[in-house]
């Protein structure tokens, strides 16, 4: 019960986001409208307020960093070679299916898991990830898919690419500043934090609701095999490696690790169909993986906050 409790709100809210795309009550261009200023305001305010009222441990947990990315490494580079040898699928595939199979919606979905079932002390560990998360995967995936024609001058330009754009995204950009604010304890107006919270108040269910139009979008188109395989190791693979990392391996808190192990359960990132256009192939897959995954992901959201529940 104290699961569906956490679950029921947040999946009832990207159910009302997907009908309203679904009967056209919004449009395209109204839902596209309404992600840019969910990401753009909305977000970049609730990161914002979070990292800089966050209370930072004397002692950092960066283990946490080496358990999550470790596992979300050996799971893309597994994916690769499961997409080359078992589906034949030509370079670029391979980097994009790796990319389905470990890149998690720890944004949109992320977000309001973790508050939700861990409190607003996730919150930090969850930013931290988030802080590199498209770093790691888009700078991995770029240079696995070009492997084959890649020159070192190509990949630099690429990566600073990759560097300029996070750091002008409102996402990043919001948690640099609210990191400065609290480590250089900067004091900030109180009307402006007023304000700044009132708007961070709206993003979670605005995200999830932008979430449920998003998936309008995405439409089971076949590939069947390959879209489950990558379900599989997204929501199944992916957190039993992190959970024995982070809770085997590695003496982290259960709060940091319990708030990567949820990370590494949720569905497929919308990112991992962004990179999929950006070479304009193996997009069915991609966005047929991102469906299966969402349904999947109330399964397995639903185990691992049952068992962080019952360390409590």
Same mark, same amino acid.
């Given at each position: 019960m104290a699961i569906l409790e956490t679950v029921f709100p947040i999946m009832a809210i990207v159910l009302l986001g997907y009908w309203a795309a679904r009967v056209k009550y919004l449009s395209e261009s109204d839902c596209d409208s309404l992600s840019i200023f969910v990401f753009s305001f909305l977000i970049p305010m609730l990161l914002f307020i979070g990292t800089a009222n966050a209370k930072i441990p004397d002692n950092m947990q960066w283990n946490f960093l080496l358990g999550f990315y470790g596992a979300l490494l050996c799971i893309y580079f597994v994916s690769v070679l499961i997409a080359k040898y078992l589906f034949k @699928? $030509?370079?670029?595939e391979q980097s994009i299916f790796g990319m389905g199979a470990s890149y998690s919606n720890a944004t949109i979905v992320g977000i309001p898991i973790c508050l939700y079932a861990l409190g607003e002390e996730a919150l930090l560990p969850l930013f931290i990830i988030v802080s590199v998360h498209n770093l790691v995967l888009f700078t991995v995936g770029i240079f696995v898919a070009q492997r084959d024609s890649l020159s070192l001058s190509s990949? @630099? $330009?690429?990566?600073f690419v990759i560097v300029r754009q996070l750091l002008s995204s409102p996402i990043t950009a919001s948690l640099i500043l609210g990191g400065m604010v609290n480590l250089l304890d900067i004091p900030i107006y109180k009307p402006l934090v007023e304000a700044i919270t009132l708007l961070s108040s709206a993003a979670v269910p605005s995200a999830l609701f932008v979430l449920g139009c998003s998936l309008n979008r995405y439409k089971i188109q076949g590939h069947l095999a390959p879209a489950l395989t990558i379900v599989a190791l997204k929501t199944l693979c992916f957190p039993l490696l992190v959970w024995l990392l982070l809770f085997q391996v590695f003496d982290i808190s259960t709060l940091w690790a319990g708030?990567?192990?949820?990370?590494?359960a949720m569905p497929v990132g919308i990112s991992a169909y962004i990179f999929s256009k950006k070479y304009s192939l193996y997009e069915a897959p991609i966005a047929t993986s991102i469906v299966l995954s969402t349904l999947a992901s109330l399964l397995s959201l639903s185990v691992v906050i049952a068992y962080l529940q019952s360390l409590q």
């Open positions: @699928l $030509g370079v670029i990949f @630099l $330009g690429d990566f708030t990567a192990l949820l990370t590494s």
